[in-house]
Structure formats: structure tokens, C-alpha cells
């Protein structure tokens, strides 16, 4: 790289690059580490009010210029790709290719809300004329979605860009017309500060209200909680664990004011492998999961982490070709020290089951994770939930069962999940076709034959589930139906015009 990123360590609040009373240092995979500064409840409130002082003349501004401002961004990310993927690769371990690639899909999703905000269809108007001469008379109605007010947003581990501070909940928000204040994530605090200045840089390009947007860096706990406590958040998205996410959605709920809280918080991602596809290509979809189960090191939130395939002989050709592939890939570098240590306990806890029995299994040291693969039957699985429970990284279960009614029970003793994929040849149909209803109410995405960790950023995509996938199953964090989140129906009655909405009149 021949760019040298220093970082100053501040947050962004308002337009202002303020330090803290207190400091924490990066724990970066490779290079320097840095001094950040640490949030607290003060800096919150700063940023929450300059949002609620933003929201009138930012939630009034057009479509047009909110898509202007949505693209300067994106041309302001992309104008510092360099420093970008520097500091992104030191801090988290990961590959040059997978920033670059997550920096075009970060650029890529703001273009896209820009696009999507022109045409208009979110706004999902509706006019109802009035009727004076019907008994009893009909007033004139017009609904149109508005935007709800600020919107915390929490940086992401496992995604840098994508889902951090600029990712697809603050481009979701700011489409809509909502101020957002992100609270970075201490596993990659250079690399939101970098966006966090390429949005600024937008701001005083497009001429947007100061605080529209403000970045918090972490380091202490109680800035996620004064942050979904303030009374001037209207909602709050997230992306991260199940623990960390319940505990930040109930004190949304305990709220004086309860707001929604828009949890991804984890999920197994089941693929269900049908009798006549093991035989006939068990070995190819054995070692395509493997590639798919160690794809970032595991540390997708759609990474399929439980395979359900039939005992038998078709059925040990699939777990032996998974196992042989698994074998070659070695040990990869984790997000955190932190994740690296939950990988391990994860893994412990299949080392320490009677029900459980190792196909592969290797030690894994510091930062890094090497893949394992255990197998266990369906009667065992359904009377364990804990094998049930995600473990971030590359560790897949093999859950074996006796045929189609043993796997229909497995599906629907499943809890919710962000993705549950079908592995399925024309001679499955009749067996697809009862597992599909059930994997409908499981999962936001369903899959036919391929890998859930792909997430297209289009139209169509649902990255979301039923509880504890997601917390809220109506909701998507991935496409441009995730802008639904941050709006909600306002009905204007017999309103004169000039005080319409703009999007309204006409």
C-alpha cells in the first residue's frame, strides 16, 4: 500500500472531531495499533440532540438532493479506498480482495437507496377523494410514508464497511430522510473513522444539516446504552450476538417511550440435503459446504453451520468429501481476539457431548480458527438445543436422520433463521414440497440448491427472520425494502395543499 493512514483518534459529533476524557488502543491483526478515544453518555447526548435539531430540515429536503447526498458519499468512500483497505485489512485479518469487494458493496448500496428514493414507489401514496355528498360524508385522505426521527445505528464486528458506519442501515436511514448517529465498533476504529470523515465530506459538499450525522467511537459499554435510551432515538438498528442484541432490544422495550429495535442477531443457516441429490452429487455438495463453512473465516452471519442429511452410504459420502476438503484449508485469521476465544468455548462445547461424535477436529490457536466437523443424529439434536446455538466460525454439525418424516421433524423443531437452504434433484420434489412450507416459517431467505453466503444487495432480498434470527420478523437489514424500517404511515385529512408533504401535492 503506498497510503500510510494516522489516525486522530475522535469521534464525530455534529461536524466536530471531539477527543475523550479516555482512551483505548486497537488490537489490530497486523501493523500499528492506535489510541481511540472513548465514548460516554456526555458525547451521546451531544449527538442525539444535534440529530433531533438536523430532523426538520433534513426529513423536508427532496428526493433528489437526499440522492445527491447518498452518492456523495459513496464517491467520498471511494476516494479514500486506499487508507480504506490499509487500516481495514491491519485491524481485522482480513484479505485486501474482501475489503475492496466490501467496499464496493458499502458504495454500491448507497447508489442503489439513491436510485430507489428517485423513483418514488417507497413512499407507497394513497389518496382517497373526498365524497361531500355521501352520507355520511367521505373527508379527503392522502397517506404517505415519513420519516420516524434519529436512528442509532451499531457498527458491525464481522463487517467493516458494510454493515458499520456507513453500511446498509445508515444508508437505509438517510434515504428515508433520518439523522443517524453510529457508535463504532472497537474492532475496526480506524476504518469507521476514515467513513466517518468521507461522510462529513458529503455533508459539507451537498450543504446538509450538521447533524445528520454523527459517529461515536466504543470502548465502553455504556455508550450502546445511553444510545438506545435517549429520548430523541426513534429506532435502532444492529447487527451483531444474541446476548448483546436481546440485552439493547429490552431496554428499548423498558424505554418511557418503547422504540423498535431492528436486531440481526445470529442464526445456524440449515441446509437440508434431499435423498436423491446425495446420491447423485453428495460428494460435490459436501465440498462446496466446505467452502462455503469457511468463507471468511466462518464469520458470516448467513454461514450455513448445520448440514441434515439422510444415514447411509450416499449420505458418508458426503460428510467424507466435506471432511477431506475441510482438511486443506488451514487455519484462518479472525476478526478479534474476542471472537477467536468464543470459537474455542464453541468449540468446546461439542467436544464435551456424549451425542456428538468428532469427524474433524483441530486445535486452534490466538487469533486464528481452523475448521471442525462433528456429526450427530436428529434425536440427539432435538433433545440438545445447545447444538442448536450458532457458533461463529468454522465449525459445522452433520445431523444425520432416517428419511423424510425424521428430517420434516428436524425442520420444524429449527428455531428461527436468516437463511435454510434445500439441496434437491427432480426425483425430491414431493419431499421439497413439504419441507418448503415448513422452512418458509423458519427463514427470511430460502434457498435451492447453492450456499447462503451470498447476500445480493437488490429489490427482492430478505436478509432477516423470525426471533432469534432477527427481532423483528417483518424487517429486512439487506435491499431496498430495509428503507420500511425508518418510515411510518402518516394520513393527512382534508389538508390544504400548500401544506402538503411535497412528494404529496399534485
Known sequence: MTQQFTPHGMHLIAGEWVAGERTFRSEPAH??????????????????????????AFAATTRADRAAFLTAIADEIEA????????????????????????????????????????GDYLDRRHDEALPDRTPPRPDLRMI?????????????????????????TAAALAAGCPVVVKGHSAHPGAAEIVAEAVQAAITRCNMPAGVFSMIQGGARD????????????????????????????????????????GELGSVNPMFILPEATKARGAEIGAGWAGSLTMGAGQFCTNPGIAVV????????????????????????????????????????FDGRNAVQPVLVRESENRTAAPNLYETDAASYLQDNALGEEVFGPLGLVVRVSGAEEMTALAQGFEGQLTATIHMDDGDIDLARRLLPV??????????????????????????????????????????????RFLRPVCFQNIPEALLPEDLRG
Request: hydrophobic share 40%; charged share 20%.
Open 80 to 119: 479514500r479506498a486506499g487508507a480504506i483497505t490499509e487500516v481495514g485489512t491491519q485491524e481485522t485479518g482480513l484479505p485486501e480482495a474482501r475489503l475492496n469487494g466490501e467496499r464496493g458493496r458499502t458504495t454500491g448500496q448507497l447508489r442503489l437507496f439513491a436510485e430507489h428514493i428517485l423513483k
Open 145 to 169: 410514508q415519513r420519516p420516524i426521527g434519529p436512528v442509532a445505528v451499531f457498527g458491525a464486528s464481522n463487517f467493516p464497511l458494510a454493515f458499520s458506519t456507513a453500511g446498509g442501515d
Open 223 to 262: 455508550v450502546g446504552t445511553s444510545l438506545v435510551q435517549h429520548p430523541q432515538i426513534r429506532a435502532v438498528g444492529f447487527t451483531g450476538s444474541l446476548g448483546g442484541g436481546r440485552a439493547l432490544f429490552d431496554l428499548c422495550a423498558q424505554r418511557p417511550e418503547p422504540i423498535p429495535f431492528f
Open 31 to 56: 501493523g500499528p495499533a492506535h489510541d481511540f478515544a472513548v465514548g460516554n453518555p456526555g458525547h451521546v447526548d451531544r449527538a442525539c440532540k444535534a440529530a433531533a435539531a438536523a430532523f426538520p
Open 310 to 349: 439422510e444415514a447411509g452410504p450416499a449420505g458418508d459420502a458426503f460428510v467424507a468429501a466435506a471432511a477431506a476438503a475441510l482438511k486443506d484449508i488451514g487455519p484462518q485469521c479472525m476478526l478479534t481476539d474476542g471472537i477467536a476465544r468464543a470459537y474455542r468455548d464453541g468449540k468446546a462445547r
Open 439 to 484: 422452512l418458509e416459517q423458519k427463514a427470511g431467505r430460502v434457498l435451492a440448491n447453492g450456499f447462503p453466503t451470498g447476500v445480493e444487495v437488490a429489490e427482492a432480498m430478505v436478509h432477516g427472520g423470525p426471533y432469534p434470527a432477527s427481532t423483528n420478523f417483518g424487517a429486512t437489514s439487506v435491499g431496498t425494502l430495509s428503507i420500511r
